[in-house]
């Protein structure tokens, strides 16, 4: 979306839009391109990553309710967000700063250990998370549906201390990222006998942004052009949603505050 917003904006304002080597690539050469990747060492990654995962298995979370494995969702869900304030985020930043970790893999890192918690000690944690899924400089500018779902599994040890958690996953991110272009579909390939990845009911977002960019919003002549919300509201808690858990952690760059 900022992408588009930014050459409209440029294209309304000036009359023309900047054209360089990367701009002149299309989603369809990308296209291209991605079918004629070498996959084998992709493949072979993600085949290793789930070994001897069921995909088929739900976190047991706290439901309110019993629930049916057959049960149609009905959409609905709630929303609560709150400021991490002053304080934690300074601890969270000066914790991330000198242990070489960066902030996205210490909020996943305690998303880990909020879910053992949350699941009475389920120790083989595997969440879905979306990627930018442009992984070369050339495709920053490029309009399309890059965005790829990629499973995160932690199998941690439960007589770890925390720092050794955020080491673990520093690791499993890092090593995940690297392969992030391999496609989710062909990832779940590689199961025949997954009927449904439940894993991708619970997730994990981190969002960085900055007062300009965070907006995504932009004024051409007198009309407002804002890109829709990522949860669509019914009332003040009450959301649309297709997840059975969601946490989003939210950077602000200017003031160096989190929020959740």
């Known amino acids: 979306m900022d992408v588009f917003l930014h050459d409209l904006n440029q294209a309304y304002s000036t009359g023309q839009i900047t054209i360089d080597d990367n701009s002149l690539r299309r989603y369809l050469d990308y296209a291209i391109i991605e079918q004629q990747m070498p996959m084998t060492a992709a493949s072979m990654y ?44 300074h601890d969270f930043l000066s914790y991330s700063l000198s242990n070489d970790i960066t902030i996205e893999q ?37 309009i399309g549906l890059f965005v790829n779902n990629i499973p995160l599994r932690c199998q941690l040890d439960p007589h770890w201390s925390f720092h050794q958690l955020a080491e673990h996953v520093k690791e499993i991110i890092t090593s995940s990222l690297e392969y992030s272009y391999f496609p989710l579909q062909r990832i779940l390939a590689q199961h025949p006998n997954a009927t449904k990845p439940v894993f991708l009911e619970t997730s994990f977002e981190f969002q960085s942004y900055t007062s300009t960019s965070g907006n995504n919003e932009i004024t051409i002549g007198n009309a407002r052009l804002i890109a829709p919300p990522f949860s669509i509201k019914i009332d003040e808690y009450e959301i649309m949603s297709k997840f059975d858990f969601v946490l989003t952690i939210q950077h602000d760059l200017d003031t160096d505050q989190l929020s959740c």
């Open 106 to 142: 210490l909020a996943l890192a305690s998303y880990y250990a909020f879910l053992f918690k949350l699941t009475n000690g389920e120790s083989d944690l595997c969440i879905g998370m979306n990627t930018h899924g442009r992984y070369k400089e050339e495709l920053m500018s490029v």
């Open 46 to 89: 993600w085949r290793d990553t789930l070994r001897g995962y069921n995909i088929n298995h739900s976190l047991p979370l706290p439901f309110d309710r019993y629930r049916l494995s057959d049960e149609r969702r009905t959409g609905r869900g709630v929303s609560f967000s709150f400021d991490f304030g002053e304080d934690i985020s």
